[in-house]
């Protein structure tokens, strides 16, 4: 066997372990969501038995989802569900107009603008969280879908983000759709949006993962099941006095499987993006 088929068989090896110990706890996950009892995922936590499951069970998926459970799981997944879909539409909406206007205006402080805007993503959301709160509890809109939603659309990260990929189309395009009687809007909404389709989809991928694992705004904004998102259902399992994992568990697969197929249904324009980006000049 020749140096470089050792050296690839090698690589492979290497590479397959990293992937499994990555993916071992989203198998432990799944295992203990189909045991039966907490009792039986305590039990074989810490082993490898914590891989196997000798006698699978959907119980706990039935006992989360049941209308009679402890935590109205389906109005929360329902709940996380609207407001992923509100804020990924509005970010994408409000963030590339305002990355638009950043490219194309013709105005005096454009890129020191432009810079202020990228700044504030340093920012942590954290430091900002009770002003936030002291704000929307004035205006009103607390225990409500848009107090979840609109401090995120205007996301400064991916106003930069779309000003980075209009500014790889060549500006001899909206040039001669201006010639032609095209005004901004339509430059915009039928020249610079379809070509930049895997920068839509990325945007959508990483803002709708961000808002589907909020937890502590969400927390902190809403005091009724009414507008409450998955997170906080899948913590309502952690009491003070026990935790029901078996129940965590199976909640955690339910709340896991709808990013992860939003995510492979987008995964080639993600990919494209960022190959995109890694060969800019």
Do not use: C, H
Request: cysteine-free.
């Amino acid at each position: 066997m020749s140096r470089r088929k050792v050296a690839d068989t090698v690589r492979t090896l290497v590479l397959t372990v990293l992937s499994l110990l990555i993916i071992s706890p989203l198998i432990i996950l799944f295992a203990s969501s189909l045991k039966g009892t907490r009792q039986e995922i305590l039990a074989d936590a810490g082993s490898w038995k914590a891989f196997i499951v000798t006698k699978p069970t959907l119980q706990n998926f039935v006992e989360v989802l049941s209308p009679d459970s402890m935590t109205p799981f389906l109005r929360y997944l329902l709940n996380s569900t609207i407001v992923l879909v509100l804020t990924v539409v509005l970010t994408i909406v409000v963030s590339s107009m305002a990355a638009f206007v950043l490219y194309q205006g013709r105005f005096r402080g454009k890129k020191l603008l432009l810079a202020g805007i990228t700044a504030l993503y340093i920012i942590p959301m954290e430091t900002i969280m009770l002003p936030m709160l002291y704000e929307v509890l004035n205006l009103g809109i607390s225990d409500s879908y848009f107090v979840q939603v609109l401090p995120f659309v205007a996301s400064p990260l991916f106003i930069f983000f779309f000003y980075q990929f209009f500014s790889q189309v060549p500006s001899s395009i909206g040039e001669a759709a201006l010639i032609d009687g095209a005004g901004p809007f339509r430059i915009y909404l039928q020249i610079y949006m379809p070509l930049n389709k895997s920068a839509l989809a990325t945007v959508a991928i990483l803002q709708g993962m961000s808002m589907w694992n909020q937890y502590l705004w969400p927390l902190l904004s809403v005091s009724t099941d009414n507008y409450r998102p998955i997170t906080v259902a899948i913590a309502s399992f952690f009491g003070s006095d026990t935790i029901l994992w078996n129940l965590a568990m199976a909640g955690s697969v339910l709340m896991m499987l709808p990013v992860l197929i939003f995510y492979l249904a987008f995964q080639r324009y993600f990919i494209a993006s960022v190959m995109s980006s890694a060969v800019k000049e």
